[in-house]
Structures are given as structure tokens and as C-alpha cells.
């Protein structure tokens, strides 16, 4: 039997082995998305983003209890930065939903982010295809904790709850970063703390003079330690919201759209890069003896690549 | 089934046991990443069965165990059996803490790694989960 036919049976070593495949990337994780691609798309995915810190991995297993108490089996993938330098990294969100990981219902896997951009690993949305494909109706997606470039998860959750704290900065520092414009939820978490009730109260009005776009945040205060009740009734608004006039199907269609974009980008630029080797080197040099600028020898560099 | 994967070598740094002494699991995970290893942390007081269950989800080589609490003749053994009932044979099963030459050589017999004692060169814990994790991903 294939590995496909076995994490489609539910298997869970095939799943695991399954994902580390997907991480791996090439020619097998490409037959095995295949395989299971008619299966893909039945679970609801939501994305929790937000600076280090502020709680996303305990209000990760809160929502996981809520889901748990409902019935629902839950796949979570938890992305920890790679380090640049040796790769190795430490995967610390496990740590924090211990007693829930416990329960067989629960599947939880770390992915270190290996060098991919905006808040997650390149293989995190292929790791949420295949635990949708493996039948968990629910998955939930933790971004790394940077702060200013977890955009990348609105591509891949139907919905997105950004969650802030009282010490994570103003509304202004959510703003720059481009949070607000990628949250369908807003979570103020460690609603205790000092400053909390305020910064619910900017962040209301900031959203309030962002341009329209349909759905309107809903601003929620929690304290995950005691749980996720607020964030876990407005996920449940956004996704009675989507469930109307085709919305998901819509929302689902630009985000794989995105990725396909982002890897044909990727994947273009690898080909002809490859095509014209010294290239980049040449132009280095020059720029370095102060021939051109960086801007004309990279301008220079495509046209010789493209010739 | 021995695990597919090529890239970075993968470790599961769990505390056994009731003792709260984490500091010595804390110094490993970080040398273990600062080798180049991706290392899930999962903390104090896990159960054998805890461990297993994050070792198959994560897929990981190596399964270190940090535990001082001196249960280490039941509890190595008994991780040693699930993992191998889960399907995770080739799974490496190390660790450290206080434990007699007599009983490593007793753990030795029932399918567990070398383990180390207080004061070990993290360096020498490093070359020696890469060794093994090399030869096991070559199926040997």
C-alpha cells in the first residue's frame, strides 16, 4: 500500500513521515500532494500570528480544548524560526500545549521555518493539505513570533486572529506591521494586564478608519491561560461570514493563487539563475569596484539572462 | 519503516519524571540547535506515553531523555517499548543524568543509546547522535 493510501486511511506514523516528506521538498513531496489532492480542502483552517510572546501557542491550546469539548479532532502545525546561520532551531510551541497534545484526537507537528519567509516554513501550507487530507475538520497554523512579516498565513487560513498583548506595543506598531490588514480576528491576550482595556480601545478605532473591506474585525480580549472563549465565538462569526455568497470558495481560490504565483516565482527564477551561471558574480565584482550601482547591475543581469 | 527524511537532523528533548530540574534538558536542546539540529523542547514531566506520542508526530532521529528523579530503570525502558510498539525502532533513545555504570550496561542490553553523565562535553553528545543518526538513515 502507498504512504498516500495510508495517511488517507488515517495512519498517523504515515502522516508524520508523510510531513517530513512534504518538508523535504522535490519529486516525492510532489507525488505525495498529488495523491491525496482530490481529498484536500474539507477542514477549516485558521491562522494565530502575532509578535513573540504574546501568547499564541497557549491561546493555540485553549482553542484546541474548545474544539476538543465540540468533538472535533484538531491538526496544529507550529512554525519556530530556523536559525540563518547553522539551520538548527529550537521548536518551543509544543512545550505549551503538553497536556492537550496528550489526547489522541490532537495531532501536533513543530516545522522549523528553513528559510522560509513571512511567518511560516515553505511546507506549511503542503503540511495543512495533508492533515486536511488525513480527515482532521479542524487545523490550526501558529506563525513565528516576528512581528512585522506573518502576512504569508492569510494566504494559507481561511481565518486569520492576529493576538497582540498589552506589552507587544501600541496600535501603531500592529499598523506598520501590517497585521491589522491580514486580521479577520483581533485578539488582545493577557486582558489582566495593565494597558489591555486601551489598547482594545485603539485598536477599535484604528480598524474603524481602515478602508472597508466586508468583514469588520471584531477587537476581542482573552486571558489564555483561562481560555479562549472570546477569540474561539468570533472565529465562529468570521466563519458563519464566509460560509455565505461563496465567500470561502473565493478566499481559498486567491490564496492557493498566491502560493502557485509565489512558487512559479521561485521556481523561474531558479531555471534562469541556472542558465546563467557567473552572472551574479560578474555584476558583483563590478558593483564592488565601483563600476554601476546594485540597481543597474541587477537590471544589467536580467537583461543578460533574459537574452 | 525507517523515516524518509534527509534534511536536518530532528530531536525530541524531553523531562521524564517528577523532579523539576530542566536546566540540563535546556543546555542540550540549545547546543543540539546551535549544532544545526532541529530540537522540538516539550518540557517537565512527561509521561512515557506523552513521549512516544510526540516522537511519532514529530518524526523524529532522536529521542533524548533528561531525568534525574532516579526512576531511569523503569522509565527508558519503558519509552524504549512504546516507541518500538508505535513503529519507531529505528528511533535513537539517549539521554542523560545520574545513572551507575551497571545500569547503562543493563539499559544497553534493552535497545537504549549510550547515556551520559553530568559534565559530559556537549561536543562529544553532538558527534555522537550524528554518527548514529547517519548510520540508522542509511538503514544499518
Same mark, same amino acid.
Given at each position: 500500500?502507498?504512504?498516500?493510501?495510508?495517511?488517507?486511511?488515517?495512519?498517523?506514523?504515515?502522516?508524520?513521515?508523510?510531513?517530513?516528506?512534504?518538508?523535504?521538498?522535490?519529486?516525492?513531496?510532489?507525488?505525495?500532494?498529488?495523491?491525496?489532492?482530490?481529498? $484536500?480542502?474539507?477542514?477549516?483552517?485558521?491562522?494565530?500570528?502575532?509578535?513573540?510572546?504574546?501568547?499564541?501557542?497557549?491561546?493555540?491550546?485553549?482553542?484546541?480544548?474548545?474544539?476538543?469539548?465540540? &468533538?472535533?479532532?484538531?491538526?496544529? $502545525?507550529?512554525?519556530? #524560526?530556523?536559525?540563518?546561520?547553522?539551520?538548527?532551531?529550537?521548536? &518551543?510551541?509544543?512545550?505549551?500545549?503538553?497536556?492537550?497534545?496528550?489526547?489522541? &484526537?490532537?495531532?501536533?507537528?513543530?516545522?522549523?521555518?528553513?528559510?522560509?519567509?513571512?511567518?511560516?516554513?515553505?511546507?506549511?501550507?503542503?503540511? *495543512?493539505?495533508? *492533515?486536511?487530507?488525513?480527515?482532521? #475538520?479542524?487545523?490550526?497554523?501558529?506563525?513565528?513570533?516576528?512581528?512585522?512579516?506573518?502576512?504569508?498565513?492569510?494566504?494559507?487560513?481561511?481565518?486569520?486572529?492576529?493576538?497582540?498583548?498589552?506589552?507587544?506595543?501600541?496600535?501603531?506598531?500592529?499598523?506598520?506591521? +501590517?497585521?491589522?490588514?491580514?486580521?479577520?480576528?483581533?485578539? $488582545?491576550?493577557?486582558?489582566?494586564?495593565?494597558?489591555?482595556?486601551? *489598547?482594545?480601545?485603539?485598536?477599535?478605532?484604528?480598524?474603524?478608519?481602515?478602508?472597508?473591506?466586508?468583514?469588520? #474585525?471584531?477587537?476581542?480580549?482573552?486571558?489564555?491561560?483561562?481560555?479562549?472563549?472570546?477569540?474561539?465565538?468570533?472565529?465562529?462569526?468570521?466563519?458563519?461570514?464566509? +460560509?455565505?455568497?461563496?465567500?470561502?470558495?473565493?478566499?481559498?481560490?486567491?490564496?492557493?493563487?498566491?502560493?502557485?504565483?509565489?512558487?512559479?516565482?521561485?521556481?523561474?527564477?531558479?531555471?534562469?539563475?541556472?542558465?546563467?551561471?557567473?552572472?551574479?558574480?560578474?555584476?558583483?565584482?563590478?558593483?564592488?569596484?565601483?563600476?554601476?550601482?546594485?540597481?543597474?547591475?541587477?537590471?544589467?543581469?536580467?537583461?543578460?539572462?533574459?537574452? | 519503516?525507517?523515516?524518509?527524511?534527509?534534511? @536536518?537532523?530532528?530531536? %525530541?528533548?524531553?523531562?521524564?519524571?517528577?523532579?523539576?530540574?530542566?536546566?540540563?534538558?535546556?543546555?542540550?536542546?540549545?547546543?543540539?540547535?546551535?549544532?544545526?539540529?532541529?530540537?522540538?523542547?516539550?518540557?517537565?514531566?512527561?509521561? @512515557?506515553?506523552?513521549?512516544?506520542?510526540?516522537?511519532?508526530?514529530?518524526?523524529?532521529?532522536?529521542?533524548?531523555?533528561?531525568?534525574?528523579?532516579?526512576?531511569?530503570?523503569?522509565?527508558? @525502558?519503558?519509552?524504549?517499548?512504546?516507541?518500538?510498539?508505535?513503529? %519507531?525502532?529505528?528511533?535513537?533513545?539517549?539521554?542523560?543524568?545520574?545513572? @551507575?555504570?551497571?545500569?547503562?550496561?543493563? %539499559?544497553?542490553?534493552?535497545?537504549?543509546?549510550? %547515556?551520559?553523565?553530568?559534565?559530559?562535553?556537549?561536543?562529544?553528545?553532538?558527534?555522537?547522535?550524528?554518527?548514529?543518526?547517519?548510520?540508522?538513515?542509511?538503514?544499518?
Amino acid at each position: 500500500m502507498s504512504e498516500a493510501d495510508a495517511i488517507l486511511r488515517g495512519e498517523r506514523g504515515a502522516l508524520a513521515r508523510g510531513l517530513s516528506i512534504v518538508e523535504g521538498g522535490g519529486a516525492r513531496a510532489v507525488e505525495l500532494l498529488d495523491a491525496i489532492s482530490a481529498r $484536500v480542502g474539507r477542514a477549516r483552517r485558521i491562522g494565530v500570528t502575532g509578535p513573540p510572546g504574546v501568547g499564541k501557542s497557549t491561546l493555540v491550546a485553549a482553542l484546541v480544548r474548545r474544539f476538543r469539548a465540540r &468533538g472535533a479532532r484538531v491538526g496544529v $502545525v507550529a512554525v519556530d #524560526p530556523s536559525s540563518p546561520f547553522h539551520g538548527g532551531a529550537l521548536l &518551543g510551541d509544543r512545550h505549551r500545549m503538553s497536556e492537550e497534545a496528550r489526547d489522541e &484526537g490532537v495531532f501536533v507537528r513543530s516545522l522549523a521555518t528553513r528559510g522560509g519567509l513571512g511567518g511560516l516554513s515553505r511546507a506549511a501550507p503542503d503540511a *495543512l493539505d495533508l *492533515l486536511d487530507a488525513a480527515g482532521f #475538520p479542524v487545523l490550526l497554523v501558529e506563525t513565528v513570533g516576528v512581528g512585522q512579516t506573518e502576512v504569508e498565513v492569510a494566504a494559507t487560513a481561511d481565518s486569520v486572529a492576529v493576538v497582540l498583548s498589552p506589552e507587544s506595543g501600541d496600535a501603531v506598531q500592529a499598523m506598520k506591521a +501590517g497585521l491589522l490588514e491580514i486580521a479577520d480576528v483581533v485578539c $488582545v491576550n493577557k486582558s489582566d494586564r495593565e494597558g489591555a482595556e486601551a *489598547l482594545a480601545a485603539e485598536l477599535e478605532s484604528a480598524l474603524d478608519a481602515a478602508p472597508p473591506r466586508g468583514w469588520r #474585525p471584531p477587537v476581542v480580549l482573552t486571558r489564555a491561560l483561562d481560555g479562549a472563549e472570546p477569540l474561539d465565538d468570533a472565529l465562529e462569526r468570521h466563519a458563519a461570514w464566509l +460560509g455565505e455568497e461563496g465567500r470561502l470558495g473565493d478566499r481559498r481560490r486567491r490564496g492557493v493563487r498566491a502560493r502557485i504565483e509565489r512558487l512559479v516565482a521561485r521556481l523561474v527564477a531558479d531555471r534562469m539563475l541556472a542558465s546563467a551561471p557567473g552572472v551574479l558574480d560578474r555584476e558583483a565584482d563590478d558593483v564592488c569596484a565601483g563600476r554601476r550601482s546594485v540597481l543597474h547591475g541587477a537590471s544589467r543581469a536580467a537583461e543578460a539572462i533574459l537574452r | 519503516m525507517t523515516s524518509a527524511r534527509s534534511g @536536518p537532523i530532528r530531536v %525530541l528533548v524531553a523531562k521524564a519524571g517528577l523532579d523539576g530540574h530542566d536546566r540540563g534538558a535546556k543546555v542540550v536542546a540549545q547546543s543540539l540547535r546551535d549544532a544545526g539540529m532541529e530540537v522540538v523542547y516539550t518540557g517537565l514531566r512527561q509521561t @512515557p506515553e506523552q513521549i512516544a506520542k510526540a516522537a511519532l508526530e514529530e518524526d523524529v532521529d532522536v529521542v533524548g531523555l533528561s531525568l534525574h528523579s532516579g526512576a531511569h530503570m523503569t522509565l527508558f @525502558p519503558r519509552v524504549r517499548a512504546l516507541l518500538d510498539a508505535a513503529g %519507531l525502532a529505528h528511533v535513537l533513545l539517549t539521554g542523560g543524568g545520574i545513572i @551507575p555504570d551497571e545500569d547503562r550496561t543493563r %539499559l544497553g542490553a534493552m535497545g537504549v543509546g549510550r %547515556l551520559f553523565g553530568p559534565g559530559t562535553a556537549t561536543r562529544e553528545l553532538i558527534e555522537y547522535i550524528r554518527g548514529e543518526v547517519e548510520r540508522r538513515r542509511r538503514g544499518e
